[in-house]
């Protein structure tokens, strides 16, 4: 049963803290996106890799986020350093393009609290 | 300026009665656009994927249809189910010259009551 998965589910943290958020895209998959989900704001789109190169990463506040794919199995996004208003449910997608009729496979998500 | 408006906001319905749900958008050049249904706590599911020259696409009790010239799509739901209580979510594409671009609607929240 092939998914994306994400850990942590949860974090809390405090304000200056880094967080570190990690995602497994489903084996094969050559495109990976990071999103962040807010009741304010809904959903938004923050960066994308395809074969892990960043594509676009101009979502994605520059100065205190920052997102790689060190190897074909794992993404990271990592906040550093984190405030209050970062709160939010960050989601993790992969799949096998981008434009076109490609699908999009989101994981569960990560729950951050920045305090 | 890239929009993507969802209407109604929120809906209640009874169980076992159809519903249709609006998503007009400003967005070009259009690549595809999405339906995506988010249950409470979990990542959005995908329902359909449109590209321009499709006009209609099912799954299952779900049906969306897309008009390319009046910029509108609307998801209709058939039969419903207290299971169809979630989110449900439109996504433009827009085709940039060396990527693309997502244009998110606020979602329409409804809910299936017995």
């Known amino acids: 049963d092939a998914r994306v998965t994400q850990t942590p589910r949860h974090k809390v943290t405090e304000m200056g803290q880094e967080v570190t958020m990690r995602c497994q895209p489903i084996?094969?998959?050559?495109?990976v996106f990071w999103y962040r989900q807010t009741m304010m704001q809904g959903l938004e789109l923050l960066a994308y890799?395809?074969?892990?190169?960043?594509?676009?990463d101009s979502g994605m506040p520059k100065d205190r986020f920052s997102a790689e794919m060190p190897d074909a199995t794992l993404a990271t996004l990592k906040i550093q350093p984190s405030e209050p208003r970062d709160s939010a449910v960050y989601f993790c997608?992969?799949?096998?393009?981008f434009g076109g009729g490609h699908e999009q496979f989101f994981g569960p998500g990560t729950r951050l609290t920045v305090l | 300026k890239n929009q993507v408006e969802q209407s109604p906001q929120s809906l209640i319905i009874l169980e076992g009665k159809n519903c249709t749900l609006q998503?007009?958008?400003?967005?070009?050049?259009?690549?595809?656009l999405r339906w995506y249904k988010q249950d409470t706590g979990r990542g959005p599911v995908s329902l359909t994927i449109?590209?321009?020259?499709?006009n209609t696409k099912s799954n299952g009790r779900y049906t969306a249809t897309l008009d390319a010239d009046t910029k509108q799509s609307s998801l209709h739901i058939t039969a419903s189910q207290l299971s169809d209580s979630a989110s449900y979510i439109c996504?433009?594409?827009?085709?940039?010259?060396?990527?693309?671009?997502?244009?998110f609607g606020s979602g329409t929240r409804l809910l299936v009551r017995p």
């Open positions: 997608a992969s799949g096998l393009g």
């Open positions: 084996l094969g998959h050559n495109t």
């Open positions: 890799f395809r074969n892990r190169a960043p594509l676009d």
């Open positions: 998503c007009n958008y400003t967005v070009s050049p259009f690549s595809n």
């Open positions: 449109m590209t321009f020259s499709e």
């Open positions: 996504v433009v594409t827009q085709r940039g010259d060396s990527s693309y671009k997502l244009i």
